[in-house]
């Protein structure tokens, strides 16, 4: 009977195991979906999308109770099996007494109590280590996660600590550098090799997937990176990820706030003063707007900041990038999402308050780089054109005159017109 049992238990457990798989990676998007639908309500709501998410939602829903169905099915088909493994023993045992003569009635009913409890014990036994066997499919998850690469160190070791007040004055170049996101990835970055100077106003443009964003990567150590990226002569390469990430300051597309307070978003590190905060916030016309919350700089900031207006948490990385204060900004696509007078307001906070620093601003729209002091035109991954804008659109078969020609003529005047000024400014 064991042999069977064993025999039954191994053909479950190959099968269940597998559908536990399943079941556990069609769960995942379910939770997903749903928080990122509490997240977008009121987006969704305002483009009447609603059905046409309910019907991603049940198709999440339909894929995991099938295959949770499934698992239920061969749970049920494993006991059933057991239990008809059982009886046919039992009648074995039962028959054989019968057909032995002078059998006492007392060892009849003694040896058949004995059978079900071993039975009952082989069952059980069974039942659990074909479920344990299930649930060790979680185990082999979290090992994933486990058995994944770790980050670079996070604290510089040694000799190659940084200066305190490194980077000084926030120059970058790029030696022979590559970039791909895994070890075994093609490359997204091709062989960039330039400079920026410190202070320096550099325009980013491209077309969607050129490697516009990557290079962020890059600077911050996100991917797989070859080559050099040295920032004031030291190769952040050998530096911790902590004293290298600290040093930069980015806004982002969309921008990253945390449930908590104003000032827990603006300093987490609670490294300023209140004072300092404020003006921080005056700068980018937030403080009337802080003052009238309640809790002030205490007050409840929501998750994502949903309290806030899209512009307003754009303003608020901006406080927090003028509160660390490094010499090196980047923006990606920072005003993107905004309104034209919170786009004027964040340009002129950057002219004024991010005079001296390296600024790297990653643009869809050309009129956001074309005062810039070089532009990088990027391709495939690789570094075309690397002028001002307006040496740029003097050449007729270049990259970044074939993206501006692509506009309305009056558009061209316009660009054209802003990078002239810049340029004549320049000399």
Partial sequence: MAIVFYFLRHIYTNTARSIKRVEASTRSPIFSHANASFQGLSTIRAFGVEKILADEFDKHQDLNTSAWYLFLATTRAFAQWLELVCVLYIAVVTLSFLMVENSMSGNVGLAITQVFNLIFMCQWGMRQTAELENQMTSVERVVEYAEVEP????????????????????????????????????????????????????????????????????????????????????????????????????????????????????DPFKQ?????????????????????????????????????????????????????????????????????????LIQKTIRERFGRCTVLTIAHRLHTVMDSDRVLVMDAGRAVEYAHPYELLQRPDGVMRRLVNEMEESTVQQLTGIAYQAYTKRD
Wanted: aromatic share 4%; proline share 3%; hydrophobic share 40%.
């Fill in 151 to 266: 980050e670079a160190s996070l604290v510089s070791i040694g000799k190659h600590k940084p200066p305190a007040d490194w980077p000084a004055k926030g120059s970058i170049r790029f030696e022979h550098f590559s970039l791909r996101y895994a070890s075994q990835s093609s490359l997204v970055l091709r062989d960039l090799n330039m400079s920026i100077n410190a202070g320096e106003k550099i325009g980013i443009v491209g077309r969607t997937g050129a490697g516009k964003s990557s290079i962020i990567q890059a600077l911050f150590r996100l991917a797989v990176n070859e080559g050099i990226i040295r920032i004031d002569g030291v190769d952040i390469g050998s530096l911790g990820l902590h004293d290298l990430r600290k040093r930069i300051s980015i806004i982002p597309q969309d921008p990253i706030l945390f449930s908590g307070t104003v000032r827990e978003n603006l």
């Fill in 272 to 344: 300023h003063g209140d004072d300092t905060l404020w003006n921080a916030l005056e700068y980018v016309e937030l403080k009337e707007v802080v003052r009238a919350m309640e809790g002030t700089l205490d007050g409840k900031m929501s998750d994502g900041g949903a309290n806030f207006s899209m512009g307003q948490r754009q303003l608020v990385c901006l406080a927090r990038a003028i509160l660390r204060n490094n010499p090196i900004l980047i923006l990606d696509e920072a005003t993107a999402n905004v309104d034209t007078e919170t786009d004027n």
